[in-house]
Nanobody, 114 residues
Framework: EQLVESGGGLVQPGGSLKLSCAVS????????MHWVRQAPGKGLEWVSS????????VYPNSVEGRFTISADNAKNMVYLEMKALKPEDTALYYC????????RGQGTQVIVSS
């Protein structure tokens, strides 16, 4: 199985980015898929989850209302749309098969800075 993230970059505070995760080697339809992140010098932090069967999404308070997770079952893609970004959102963002991030891709870097 392989998870390949893309879409990261440098963005100013208040800006937006949309991350993509291309999934291969398994079909996630009906499973939970997740995004986690790791800020410099910190551990993995759960960011969002989606039940790909019914679209139900959950978020921690830190990103609720600013981040939106979605999935395209036909394309085997998972997305994370991020708005109103803050400097504290700076991190390496991973797509993962589990909420702890044990089974994750290589990550895509997001830097929020003016």
């Amino acid at each position: 199985e392989q998870l390949v993230e893309s879409g990261g970059g440098l963005v100013q505070p208040g800006g937006s980015l949309k991350l993509s995760c291309a999934v291969s080697g398994f079909t996630f339809s009906g499973e939970w898929m997740h995004w986690v992140r790791q800020a410099p010098g910190k551990g993995l932090e759960w960011v969002s989850s989606i039940q790909t069967g019914n679209g139900m999404a959950v978020y921690p308070n830190s990103v609720e209302g600013r981040f939106t997770i979605s999935a395209d079952n036909a394309k085997n893609m998972v997305y994370l749309e991020m708005k109103a970004l803050k400097p504290e959102d700076t991190a390496l963002y991973y797509c993962a098969r589990d909420q702890s991030g044990t089974r994750r891709g290589q990550g895509t870097q997001v830097i929020v800075s003016s």
